[in-house]
């Protein structure tokens, strides 16, 4: 029995037609409803039998009438059971039966004809009518990948376009042995997905309430356990709660999760992952663009949209999700790799004034010792905040980029998506007919910095050389090796269109969740302008006035009142005929497009485009930050489990703002930030303007001697960090949870170890320190052995799970740990002020771990490319062909054998420099020489070995270095130990 106040009496809680708002009540069977403001209550009692909710079951037997009708589906006329619940989801007088059904001659293609069975002629708005007909699509793509649609009968829909850079429609591949079985019942119509082997759901909409109307579609599932991630990009925990969650890019800035409607951020992303009680997973992915609100109960799942259709397409895994999710990102695309340079450290904020304040910024870096490669600048280099202008007073663009290469730095600008009115590149995108029109075929106007906007329309065949026109003539003026998109949800400053606009003389104040500024330098008069929301018309109950699109509509999602909240009319009229609320979701996207065709255009083939507004498919385009957070201990927590989601939906190269966006960050924080953000794939410390600064060197010597050993360490693995994205090819995660390695340990899905540690590919393991005023931290270690990077020590001996206890100082690197069986090549760092100034020589760590046969193991890769910053050859010898070594270590008796070699027989590698071995895992050994033999090219050479030791590793020197050449197979004698009986060093512990 469910009894739920939503799913009860829905028209008459719901229904905005009547002006009400319901509060509801539960108790003891009893509903209570409230009409606010005049205490009126309706009081719906029970009986207790008639409250037995006996929702039908599909069970496939020939007794109840089950028969097959292709491979792995079957069908039942009619349910013998009871369909009825309590206040459920299913009326008697309302549901699709099935009237007929056809199968392909192939067997894999099932579609359903469903007709409407109930007395409702329209959907709570006349303008809504229910849609009689409408068709069930079962598609069975390959043996663990199946596709189920629910389209109008008679009349086209909206639906996502497969288009290059979304995902396109999934190749139909040769049926073996599915894993699913697919079940669907005619009267009343429902469907399960089941999983074959486990007879576990998968996908049910059994006794679920469905509406499918012109304006507003409804399906349901229930779920066979809740252990959910996913939906939609969200600042927030990992693991969803029962709770309501939106998913529409919108500009939320300093907006965390709390489970209510609304707080969605910047990506399109309906994606979820499910695991199961057998500890299997799958995911689900519903190609949708339409503002979504999705309503997780403890038993199910509800999908609520306004537009387009339901498109599910499903892949069931096994008790591995990183290979699972591996399968979803290359049916999503494969995303790409980023260059080289933008793995390095990177500074920017909302408030650098001039060229002279950016130079200040990067002398200071240098002469604190600190690390940097990127400067950024925000709105203040345009004349007026304008797109395509610049302030030729402030930033002069030959002194900016005489700057930037007097430095050795990259730069990075940003550009909004709102081209201002009065502007050349406005004058020109009109002449060019590429802005986006209102219902009227007008051209749309918004309010975004500059004031009166106009936004490009990605549909139009002329917007992307328009936009790459305007990209060129700004890049002959002022040179720039990457681009920052933002404010492209799109975000604008009025509710839907405001043409009459005028900006006032006086600024307002900031958002109220910026605090204010305690920086000299930001006081000036050099203030920003900032464009005020325009004040909203209010009725005589002071409520804001509705759009005439929004009254058509029986639901308005996100929890909002009015659906152009924040955002350009979603009525705006495309060039290819459809609204602005069929591609909201997708202008990030389809701007990342166009900015990467540009790219591509000018011969650069590893582009490196930031976006704000994103959504599925992105990833094979672009990359992303987490947007504009918060500077609290709150905000650090939550970046680890919204960087997971990132990863799981398919651009693991991402970050958050390091030290917080908005609000005054402190010492404290930003010293534990950097312990973090060091490792975050995508590194870059930013600011708002009313915040006080937050560079590295200017929060004192607790922060800057935090920052100069977590950025050492960053610097010492990026060469291993790029080697995980050209080795994953384009699928997989790169920043993930700890269970994604460890799926059968139950720990590992307890929120505080789950939201709180995080692994770097399979080989290491940070427990960083994310609560203020304390550096305790309590690490959990899954079952292998684990050593600590920095020194070896064995933290767990593989025999079964462990808890540390670690302390952690402020201005210490973060806690990392070697997994066991792994090598992990690193560089010297602490000389290193650019990534350019990182040579190819290594040292290479190596983590042994006992194999069957009594001998020890590890194994890792390296990526070798000839010319690791031309991006081009990258592309050629590394994204399409294989620029890996593979490194491979042994010890057997006394003897240790190495052999770096290339991958495949046409790899494309370049020499490397081979410095030193750290050996951890061994006993203790006596320091002295000894030689190496290394045979290269069928030749044996000797290299003199100095081998010392250290209280928890073996450290092998060589001298000269070893160079891999074309591959190389090396052993040295240990001094002859016996390693026959090996015990362990003493654990270490803090």
Not at 211 to 237: C, H, N, P, W
Request: aromatic share 12%.
């Amino acid at each position: 029995f469910f009894f739920q106040a939503e799913d009860g009496i829905r028209d008459a809680q719901e229904s905005r037609g009547l002006g009400d708002v319901y509060k509801r009540q539960e108790y003891m069977g009893i509903l209570l409803i409230q009409r606010r403001g005049k205490m009126r209550y309706t009081v719906i009692c029970f009986l207790f039998l008639a409250m037995w909710s006996i929702a039908y079951s599909i069970n496939c037997s020939k007794k109840e009438g089950c028969k097959k009708v292709a491979r792995n589906v079957f069908v039942f006329k009619k349910s013998t059971k009871t369909v009825f619940r309590v206040f459920g989801s299913w009326d008697r007088k309302n549901y699709y039966k099935g009237i007929n059904y056809s199968v392909d001659s192939e067997g894999r293609n099932v579609s359903i004809e469903c007709q409407y069975a109930g007395h409702k002629i329209y959907y709570r708005r006349r303008s809504s009518p229910i849609i009689s007909n409408i068709r069930f699509e079962i598609i069975l793509l390959s043996n663990n990948n199946l596709r189920v649609r629910v389209v109008d009968s008679n009349k086209t829909r909206w639906e996502v376009p497969n288009v290059y850079p979304l995902p396109e429609t999934p190749k139909i591949k040769k049926l073996s042995d599915p894993i699913y079985t697919v079940i669907f019942c005619m009267e009343p119509f429902a469907l399960k997905i089941i999983r074959k082997s486990t007879n576990e759901t998968i996908f049910d909409t059994t006794g679920q309430r469905m509406v499918y109307s012109e304006k507003y579609i409804q399906m349901s599932t229930l779920l066979a356990s809740f252990d959910l991630y996913g939906l939609g990009e969200r600042a927030f925990q990992f693991r969803l709660v029962p709770g309501n969650y939106s998913i529409f890019p919108a500009d939320h800035p300093n907006t965390m999760e709390d489970g209510s409607f609304g707080h969605n951020l910047y990506g399109q992303y309906p994606i979820y992952l499910s695991r199961e009680k057998s500890g299997n997973f799958h995911t689900a992915f519903l190609k949708t663009s339409s503002p979504l609100d999705v309503i997780v109960h403890q038993k199910r799942l509800e999908f609520r949209a306004v537009t387009g259709i339901f498109d599910f397409h499903f892949i069931l895994g096994q008790k591995d999700p990183e290979m699972l999710v591996r399968k979803l990102h290359k049916s999503l695309g494969r995303w790409i790799v980023p260059p080289f340079w933008s793995f390095g450290y990177h500074q920017s904020r909302w408030g650098y004034r001039n060229v002279s304040v950016l130079e200040e910024v990067a002398v200071n870096h240098s002469r604190a010792g600190l690390p940097l490669d990127v400067l950024w600048t925000d709105i203040d280099y345009m004349q007026k905040k304008r797109d395509f202008t610049i302030d030729q007073k402030q930033f002069p663009p030959f002194n900016l980029s005489s700057m930037i290469k007097r430095h050795r730095l990259r730069y990075v600008p940003i550009l909004d998506a709102g081209i201002a009115v009065g502007t050349a590149a406005c004058a020109e995108g009109l002449s060019r007919d590429v802005f986006i029109k209102n219902s009227t075929g007008e051209v749309l106007t918004a309010i975004v910095w500059p004031g009166l906007t106009h936004f490009v329309d990605w549909t139009h065949p002329n917007a992307t050389k328009y936009w790459s026109d305007m990209l060129t003539a700004l890049h002959m003026i002022l040179p720039f090796d990457g681009l920052w998109i933002d404010m492209n949800e799109p975000s604008s400053f009025c509710d839907g269109e405001c043409p009459d606009w005028k900006p006032p003389r006086k600024h307002r104040k900031h958002k109220k969740n910026h605090t204010k500024n305690h920086s000299k330098k930001n006081k000036s008069k050099n203030k920003p302008e900032h464009c005020p929301a325009v004040p909203k018309k209010e009725n005589e109950d002071n409520k804001k006035e509705e759009s005439q699109f929004s009254k058509e509509m029986p639901y308005v999602p996100l929890g909002l009142e009015e659906i152009n909240t924040k955002t350009i009319s979603l009525d705006a009229v495309h060039y290819d005929g459809w609204r602005e609320l069929e591609w909201h979701s997708l202008f990030g996207l389809m701007q990342t497009a166009a900015t990467h065709s540009y790219f591509q255009t000018a011969g650069n083939r590893q582009p490196f485009i930031l976006s704000r507004s994103t959504a599925f498919g992105t990833g094979r385009i672009g990359f992303h930050w987490t947007g504009d957070n918060g500077s609290s201990f709150k905000w650090l927590r939550v970046s680890i489990p919204h960087l997971f989601s990132l990863n799981f939906f398919g651009i693991p190269f991402v970050g958050a703002d390091i030290c917080g966006f908005i609000g005054d960050t402190d010492p404290q924080l930003c010293a534990r930030w950097i312990q973090i953000g060091a490792l975050y794939p995508f590194a870059r410390n930013h600011n708002d303007w009313y915040a006080i600064s937050q560079e590295l060197y200017a929060l004192g010597d607790t922060v800057l001697e935090a920052s100069r050993a977590n950025l050492r360490l960053r610097y010492s693995l990026l060469k291993h960090y790029y080697t995980l994205f050209l080795k994953g090819r384009g699928t997989g995660t790169i920043f993930r949870p700890v269970f994604f390695s460890f799926p059968d340990d139950e720990i590992l899905y307890v929120d505080s170890v789950l939201n709180e540690q995080f692994m770097i590919g399979e080989e290491l393991m940070a427990t960083p320190a994310v609560y203020r005023n304390t550096s305790l931290v309590i690490a959990y270690f899954p079952e292998d052995r684990w050593y600590s990077f920095y020194d070896g020590s064995v933290w767990n001996n593989g025999a079964r799970s462990r808890l540390k206890r670690l302390s952690v100082p402020l201005e210490a690197k973060v806690p990392l740990f070697l997994r066991g069986g792994y090598i992990i090549p690193k560089q010297s760092a602490s000389k290193v002020r650019r990534i350019d100034d990182l040579n190819d020589c290594f040292k290479l760590v190596v983590a042994l771990k006992p194999n069957n046969d009594k001998t020890l193991g590890a194994q890792g890769v390296l990526a070798a490319p000839a010319d690791i910053f031309d991006e081009n050859l990258v592309t050629n010898d590394c994204v399409e062909g294989d620029c890996l070594l593979s490194i491979v270590a042994k010890v057997s008796g006394d003897n240790l054998t190495l052999k770096v070699v290339g991958r495949t027989v046409n790899s494309h590698i370049s020499p490397i420099q081979i410095i030193s071995l750290r050996l951890y895992g061994l006993p203790k050994l006596p320091s002295g020489a000894g030689d190496a033999l290394v045979e290269r090219d069928g030749k044996q050479e000797k290299f003199k070995t100095m081998i010392t030791r250290f209280p928890h590793y073996v450290k092998l020197r060589f001298e000269p270095p070893i160079s891999t050449c074309s591959g190389i197979s090396m052993n040295v004698t240990l001094n002859s130990v016996s390693y026959t009986h090996l015990t362990l060093p003493t654990i270490y512990s803090v």
